[in-house]
């Protein structure tokens, strides 16, 4: 019903940046907050960031301060930018979405995860 596709995730030097992007498609009547979370191997899905529809924003504590997440809602997209990047950031990227569908004449809530991202941060 509702899709997210992720992208621009890859390798990068510990200190570099990296930004990653969803975008959203499919019946969306209106997305309510997006977000991002990863998956280190080994480890629990964790939440890194997330947004409102109208634009506040949470951190997890260990990106606070280089990680800026963003949404553009005309695209139905939200971006993650990444700066200052560290070995302990290397993860699968996973974006969320929930929101209203509207099919057929129909109404419907959504929550829909992205296929994942790789980010491996180098030390």
């Known amino acids: 019903q509702v899709q997210l596709v992720e992208s621009g995730g890859g390798l990068v030097q510990a200190g570099g940046s990296l930004r990653l992007s969803c975008a959203a498609s499919g019946s969306i009547f209106s997305i309510n907050a997006m977000a991002w979370y990863r998956q280190a191997p080994g480890k629990q899905r964790e939440l890194v960031a997330a947004i409102t529809s109208g634009g506040s924003t949470n951190y997890a504590d260990s990106v606070k301060g280089r990680f800026t997440i963003s949404r553009d809602n005309a695209k139905n997209t939200v971006y993650l930018q990444m700066n200052s990047l560290k070995p302990e950031d290397t993860a699968v990227y996973y974006c969320?979405?929930?929101?209203?569908?509207?099919?057929?004449?129909?109404?419907?809530?959504?929550?829909?995860w992205g296929q994942g991202t790789q980010v491996t941060v180098s030390s």
């Open positions: 969320n979405a929930d929101g209203r569908a509207f099919r057929r004449g129909s109404y419907s809530d959504f929550g829909s």
